[in-house]
């Protein structure tokens, strides 16, 4: 009777390169997703002048958002569309006249000059991240608003755009030089002084 062969043999010398290229494969054409964050840029740290500097409360602008994501706004509600615009006639209140540029009330009982305004935002610990986003986002927005302004007055283009441009790498050193000083006076005209406070846990 004639003896029975075996099962064939798999010639398996060649499966450790091709593993090897598969994992090749995979770690070149896989893309790992990550999360841009927030596009805020922090100003310069700049050395106190004075230590004992006493801000006067009326040259505060609360704003409070509550677990229930409701906006306090001077300890009072206030819709969201309505903030940016409340932030705007903050700002430029002018109230002891010392801004020529400023288009406020110039109310003595709100902030007297652009650069003693200060925007204080503070959200409870269950607020969501979206509204507190939302929020930020006006009160940047009202700052943007008002540098505009100034720089179409002055420059015939919108403080953004020149920002924009300034920050990019790509732009030619000549245009970044031109666009330095008119950024810079801009900014100062209206100083971004967006305070967060500690976060409330009730």
Not at 79 to 108: I, M
Not at 147 to 173: C, H, I, K, V
């Given at each position: ?31 790992i997703e990550t999360d841009a964050g927030l596009d805020r ?162």
């Amino acid at each position: 009777m004639p003896r029975r062969k075996g099962a064939p043999e798999v010639n398996a010398g060649s499966m450790a390169d091709i593993a090897f290229l598969l994992l090749i494969f995979f770690l070149v054409t896989t893309t790992i997703e990550t999360d841009a964050g927030l596009d805020r840029m922090l100003p310069p740290m700049d050395p106190p002048e004075d230590i004992d500097v006493v801000i006067k409360q009326k040259n505060i602008f609360t704003v409070n958002i509550n677990r229930n994501g409701q906006l306090l706004v001077e300890d009072e509600l206030m819709d969201l569309k309505n903030l940016r615009a409340a932030a705007v006639a903050f700002l430029e209140n002018g109230g002891d006249g010392s801004c020529n540029y400023c288009k406020g009330r110039k109310d003595p009982a709100s902030s007297d000059n652009p650069e003693k305004a200060i925007i204080s935002l503070k959200n409870d610990r269950e607020t969501k991240y979206a509204t507190y986003i939302t929020v930020q986002n006006e009160l940047v927005g009202a700052y943007n608003d008002l540098r505009n302004r100034e720089a179409q007055r002055l420059y015939g283009d919108d403080f953004t755009n020149m920002e924009a441009e300034y920050l990019n790498p790509e732009t030619p050193s000549s245009v970044r030089d031109d666009l330095k000083g008119k950024v810079k006076r801009i900014q100062e005209m209206f100083p971004q002084k967006l305070s967060e406070a500690e976060t409330s846990t009730n």
